[in-house]
Each structure stands twice: as structure tokens, then as C-alpha cells.
């Protein structure tokens, strides 16, 4: 366990439920493929684990070669997996390729594998300390388990004692139109106080529709805080109660978007945590200045997380002479393997933080 896990012991509980998968990245041999956990949800409970945040995931682990790969992960992350079930069905699969500017598209293979499979049982047993809940991606529209995840988020929405976060993390491929899209996104929208979603999911949902008429929307349903993540421009913040925010984006040079946005997620939940907003009143009663501080840290840990191959994004080093809500600089980041973001040097291409 890391220093700056232990330093956050006492920060907020978060739970993130949903698909844990792996991804078959394409290396530079054609035909050659790495294996990488991944999924969403996963990632993002990585991410808030590398930020010094107390993380739980909620994801059906199956007994066969990759699920041991994606338990053995998360522990050496220092994950809880208390609340994850041990599944009969295999691993869902994900072959990742690339196109000339390290953007990410994907092939799923996902017929009769664990990550969809949720019982009633298995999803009403949230840890108990859980403040903030994070879940979306495949597994909150992909039946059953989008059903059972919902009535659990809609639960917890009700009891007003936690705050919920979505991110739909859009896949045409797998959601085959915008109108099907829609009706399963803002389904869940309606549960969530925090929704975060790229420029591409946006578009994509609702064609030749301005990014701010589709967040006025979701706000309509009853979210209190929309991100929109808008590639290498930053991304925007719309609240119920304040001035949106947009915040510029980073200039690096990508080696692939995978887990760009997740990290993005992480960076911003866990930009928010550390300023003591982790309940809906404190979400909704946030200043745009608020605001702005935890996009810009979002942006910074998803821009360090284009320059390595896959979902790796950086972890926090301990900075005990800051207070908890000082910005993130690169100079508090580091990354598994020793790597200094701050010792990378110019970075001249600009990184799509938004992309998945």
C-alpha cells in the first residue's frame, strides 16, 4: 500500500460496479496482441485506487485464467474485492486496434460471459460504507444485468445518503442506434447526481444537437453536475446551481487513448472528494471556481494517461506540505513503473481526453 493511500485512509468510500473484462491490445506485429484488464467500471476503480482513494468494485469475477488476471490486478492495486462475486461464466473479451493517431475502437466478445449475468442477490450487497457510487458503461444497459444494477442505483439515489455517478461510455456497435441509446442513458441519468460523457457519446445520442442543450437536458432528469469531456479542447461543466466551466486541454504526445476517459473519471471524482464535495448537497451547492479545480485535475490525469499503452493511468505521490484541495501539478504524479510525467519533456501532440 502506498503512502498516499494511507495518508486518504479516512477520505470518502467509493464503489464502482460494473464489467471487469480484458482487453487484447494490438501490439506493432499484425496478429499480435497483449492482454490488458480492462472494462470501464475496472478501470475507473483503478484510477481512484492510484489517487490515494478508498476503492471498492463490484464486478463478477470468473475462476479461469483472465479473471485471476483482472483479481490478481486489483488487489496489488489495493482494491476491495469483497463485494465481487465469483462467477461460472467466462471473461469477457475486447480486441482492441488503433488507428494511425493511437485512437482506440473496439470488438467485443460478450455472449453468455460474466459481466452481464447479475442476480437480485449479488447487487444488493453494496459495502456499507460506500459515500459515493460510480457505475455505467456496458453493464448498465446490457440485460439482465442493467436491471438489477439500476434498482440497486435507484435505491441508493432514494435513500439520499449517497452520491451516484454515471458514465454511459457510449459503444454504437454494441447499443446499435441512437434512439435505443437514448431511452437506456437517460434511464439511468435519472438515478445519477453526476454525469460524466465524451463529445463523441453526446453526438452520437443525439445527432446535430449543441453539447449545452443535451446537458440542460440531463439536468432536467435529475442530475446536479454534467461533464462533457471534448477531446484535446478540455471539457465542459454544466451544474444546476452555478456558471459552466470549460477548461482547456493538455498537450502531450499520445501513444493511445484506451482508458482516457476513465481516467478522466477518476481524476474528477477524485478532484471533488478531495475538496469535500461527496454528498449531493455539497455537489449541488459547489462554486464554478470548485468546479473548474477538480476538471483541471480530471484533464491532467487523463492526458498523463494518453502517453502509456493502455489503461495505466498515474498515481499520486504523498504532497503532506498541500492541503487536500491543492490542484494536482504533474510533479505529484508518478506512474507504476518509476516513469516522471514532469521528466517527459515537450509533449507536441494534444492528447483526446475524452476518448475511450
Request: proline content about 8%; some cysteine.
Amino acid at each position: 500500500m502506498t503512502e498516499a493511500i494511507q495518508q486518504a485512509g479516512q477520505l470518502p468510500a467509493v464503489t464502482v460496479i460494473g464489467e471487469a473484462l480484458i482487453d487484447l491490445v494490438q501490439l506493432d506485429a499484425p496478429g499480435d496482441y497483449r492482454a490488458r484488464p480492462g472494462g470501464s467500471p475496472f478501470n475507473v476503480a483503478v484510477g481512484l485506487a492510484r489517487l490515494g482513494h478508498r476503492s471498492a468494485l463490484m464486478a463478477r469475477l470468473a475462476d479461469n485464467a483472465f479473471g485471476r488476471i483482472l483479481c490478481a490486478h486489483a488487489t496489488a492495486e489495493d482494491i476491495d474485492l469483497t463485494y465481487a462475486p465469483a462467477a461460472a461464466e467466462p471473461t469477457t473479451l475486447a480486441v482492441v486496434s488503433m488507428d494511425a493517431e493511437g485512437r482506440a475502437s473496439y470488438d467485443f466478445y460478450l455472449e453468455g460471459t460474466a459481466d452481464w449475468q447479475w442476480t437480485e442477490t449479488e447487487t444488493a450487497h453494496v459495502p456499507p460504507d460506500t459515500a459515493v457510487l460510480h457505475f455505467g458503461s456496458v453493464a448498465s444497459w446490457t440485460s439482465p444485468a442493467s436491471e438489477h444494477i439500476h434498482a440497486t442505483v435507484q435505491r441508493l439515489r432514494a435513500s439520499g445518503t449517497t452520491l451516484i455517478s454515471y458514465d454511459p461510455n457510449v459503444r454504437p456497435v454494441l447499443l446499435g442506434d441512437p434512439a435505443r441509446g437514448r431511452q437506456a442513458v437517460e434511464r439511468s441519468v435519472g438515478v445519477a447526481h453526476i454525469v460524466k460523457a465524451s463529445r463523441e457519446d453526446v453526438e452520437w445520442l443525439y445527432p446535430a444537437t449543441p453539447i449545452e442543450q443535451v446537458a440542460a437536458r440531463w439536468l432536467e432528469l435529475g442530475a446536479l453536475l454534467v461533464v462533457i469531456t471534448d477531446g484535446p479542447d478540455g471539457a465542459h461543466a454544466f451544474p444546476t446551481h452555478a456558471q459552466s466551466v470549460t477548461r482547456p486541454g493538455r498537450k502531450v504526445t499520445v501513444v493511445d487513448t484506451v482508458g482516457a476517459g476513465d481516467a478522466f473519471t477518476s481524476g474528477l471524482l477524485g478532484g471533488l472528494l478531495r475538496r469535500g464535495l461527496h454528498t449531493p448537497e455539497s455537489v449541488a451547492a459547489a462554486t464554478a471556481t470548485v468546479l473548474a479545480a477538480a476538471v483541471d485535475d480530471a484533464v491532467l490525469v487523463s492526458a498523463l494517461t494518453c502517453e502509456r499503452m493502455g489503461a495505466d493511468p498515474p498515481t499520486a505521490r504523498p504532497r503532506p506540505h498541500l492541503p487536500a484541495d491543492a490542484p494536482l501539478e504533474e510533479t505529484d504524479l508518478a506512474f507504476p513503473d518509476g516513469t516522471d510525467p514532469a521528466g517527459s519533456g515537450s509533449r507536441p501532440l494534444e492528447a483526446a481526453q475524452g476518448a475511450r
